[in-house]
């Protein structure tokens, strides 16, 4: 069986108003408890023994670490998280005994006025030592997930020389920053602010990778070398001393990694593939039902590639897995489009 692994949205709700996601948030109402249990219940008896917790903010819900040891005694072999570091201080301990193997953390910026202004509130600080607590009380291993823009792009050696600082430190590599390329993919891109935003902020992947090159020899690894990896993300090594990715998909043209992830969304909804226009509603069935819908979900995933090798990964209505529908679609080539006729042109959907 392919290794799958269930990347489930635990709730939508997130403390923090990203001018590039989704800054209004979401009033969508997150499924149930005995849902969610129910759930984790269904795909390991499907083989799953892997689970990656998002939303949102996952650890906006107080619940989460619950869940997680609910996860562990079920017998999940790894658990891994992308939270936005706001909560992380308060919360290492609880979650190194839930069983937590590995985190993402989204940080855009060491620049303490330009993280307010990115994400709304001040804590750079906060993050910052959940960072460091992480890195005393875990083995885990760290990612650091810095979006790049135009404004912080002279920042992106900042954080390889942050990453090597703190693998000197604790004596081997804890931290990997992976660079992902400002693209249209939340529900703040289809409103025309958010479109302008994104056009005054957009780089390539030739922006990012001139930016790395600045400290040396880069060589390209096999993703398959790093714990968890992406198969949409290529990973590089730097003078082989620190090893970075890169999330490009705007350059790439959003192309498929043929992934498996079983996704599910906050609100109830599963499904094997972002591009896929109809999702399941998983959520207020019974657990056999449960089980029966992911085991036909992960039957038919080979059918999916094999029907569809062009399949994107984007979706129309932009952030609809993590927040919901918000009753408005783009294509992808809207927004090249936007590009090709200048700056100040957004589309109005």
């Not at 849902?35 to 650890?59: F, Q, S, Y």
């Not at 025309?192 to 020899?217: C, H, P, R, S």
Request: charged residues 30%; proline residues 2%.
């Amino acid at each position: 069986m392919e290794d799958w692994h269930l990347r489930f949205g635990i709730t939508s709700n997130c403390n923090f108003r990203c001018k590039y996601c989704n800054s209004h948030n979401s009033i969508a109402k997150d499924m149930s408890d005995k849902d969610m249990k129910e759930i984790l219940e269904a795909a390991i008896t499907n083989g799953v023994k892997r689970v990656h917790w998002t939303g949102g903010e996952p650890l906006f819900k107080n619940t989460i670490c619950e869940f997680m040891k609910y996860a562990k005694d079920l017998g999940y072999e790894e658990q891994s998280m992308t939270t936005n570091g706001f909560f992380l201080e308060d919360k290492v301990e609880e979650l190194r005994k839930s069983g937590i193997s590995r985190i993402n953390i989204s940080l855009d910026t060491m620049d303490r006025n330009k993280f307010k202004d990115i994400v709304g509130i001040d804590a750079l600080d906060k993050v910052q030592k959940g960072i460091e607590k992480m890195l005393e009380k875990t083995d885990c291993l760290i990612k650091i997930n810095m979006v790049v823009m135009k404004d912080n792009i002279k920042e992106v050696t900042d954080f390889i020389h942050y990453a090597i600082e703190k693998n000197q430190i604790y004596g081997k590599e804890r931290i990997i920053v992976r660079f992902l390329q400002f693209f249209p993919c939340n529900p703040n891109q289809l409103e025309q602010d958010g479109q302008n935003f994104w056009m005054k902020e957009y780089i390539t992947e030739a922006d990012i990778l001139k930016e790395i090159e600045k400290l040396g020899e880069v060589k390209e690894i096999a993703r398959e070398k790093i714990s968890g990896d992406n198969p949409s993300m290529n990973y590089y090594r730097i003078n082989d001393t620190i090893t970075v990715g890169i999330l490009a998909m705007f350059s790439w043209k959003y192309p498929c990694g043929s992934c498996h992830k079983l996704r599910i969304s906050p609100q109830g909804n599963a499904t094997i593939c972002l591009n896929d226009k109809e999702t399941v509603k998983i959520s207020n069935t019974s657990l056999e039902e449960k089980i029966e819908i992911i085991k036909q979900l992960m039957e038919r995933r080979e059918t999916v590639i094999a029907k569809n090798t062009e399949r994107k990964h984007f979706r129309n209505n932009l952030g609809e897995f993590r927040f919901g529908k918000n009753g408005k679609e783009a294509q992808i080539e809207d927004f090249y489009e936007m590009l090709r006729r200048g700056k100040g042109r957004a589309c109005n959907f």
